[in-house]
């Protein structure tokens, strides 16, 4: 599975964004796929994920502000993140995984993207 991200950019705070993970093959909808995010200087972090049936999973940092939703039909998995902080600046990247248990962890995953980068400014 080769995955690709894109929708990273900078905005305010408070802002919006929606950041897009195109997958390849056929098989996607049998992966649960995961968001993480890396700052600098900081280990890569677990944001969302959501399993091959659509239940989702949040990092207590962005419950209620951020949605992870899938498209099966178009091989794709998407993060919508509102009310932006300055915190949660870093570059975001999705992975797929056949677990949905323990998809908090990043050991879990087999497949990753090249990352899109997010800047909130204060």
């Known amino acids: 599975v080769q995955l690709v991200e894109s929708g990273g950019g900078l905005v305010q705070a408070g802002g919006s964004l929606r950041l897009s993970c195109a997958a390849s093959?056929?098989?996607?909808?049998?992966?649960?796929m995961g968001w993480f995010r890396q700052a600098p200087g900081k280990e890569r972090e677990f944001v969302a994920a959501?399993?091959?049936?659509?239940?989702?999973y949040y990092a207590d940092s962005v419950k209620g502000r951020f949605t992870i939703s899938r498209d099966n039909a178009k091989n794709t998995a998407y993060l919508q993140m509102n009310s932006l902080k300055p915190e949660d600046t870093a570059v975001y990247y999705c992975?797929?995984?056949?677990?949905?248990?323990?998809?908090?962890?990043?050991?879990?995953?087999?497949?990753w993207g090249q990352g899109t980068e997010v800047t909130v400014s204060s």
């Open positions: 093959g056929r098989t996607f909808s049998t992966y649960t």
């Open positions: 992975a797929a995984t056949r677990y949905y248990s323990g998809s908090y962890n990043r050991e879990m995953y087999d497949y």
């Open positions: 959501i399993s091959r049936s659509g239940t989702p």
